[in-house]
Nanobody, 127 residues
Framework: QVQLVESGGGLVQAGGSLRLSCAAS????????MGWFRQAPGKEREFVAA????????AYQDSVKGRFTISRDNAKNTVYLQMNSLKPDDTAVYYC????????????????????WGQGTQVTVSS
């Protein structure tokens, strides 16, 4: 079992930055692929960024490349999403997810492949 708790969301002006954190419980964090997703009102949940076990592999949605950075600290059981140059279109509830059965260097980008999800944190970007 893995429990995930996101934090760091809030209201920010366009062009600003936020750093989201996702704290994980359980012994499988260091061998879990991790991901960030987001869901805006009336839209489906979409992939944002993903990272492999030790951070050697990452992947990003095209719209956030160059602005967002995913990272992890396995000693702290935490994954982060640094978000810079935020835009109003980034407004959504952001979720972190864990997949404990992924292969070591694999990044997981599909919602359906993740077994565990956090409760989400709201990010609102004003214009």
């Amino acid at each position: 079992q893995v429990q995930l708790v996101e934090s760091g969301g809030g209201l920010v002006q366009a062009g600003g930055s936020l750093r989201l954190s996702c704290a994980a419980s359980g012994r499988t964090f260091s061998t879990s692929a991790m991901g960030w997703f987001r869901q805006a009102p009336g839209k489906e949940r979409e992939f944002v960024a993903a990272i492999s076990w030790r951070g050697g592999s990452t992947a990003y949605q095209d719209s956030v490349k160059g602005r967002f950075t995913i990272s992890r600290d396995n000693a702290k059981n935490t994954v982060y999403l640094q978000m810079n140059s935020l835009k109003p279109d980034d407004t959504a509830v952001y979720y972190c997810a864990a997949e404990p059965t992924a292969l070591r260097f694999r990044v997981v980008t599909l919602v359906s492949e993740y077994d565990y999800w956090g409760q989400g944190t709201q990010v609102t970007v004003s214009s």
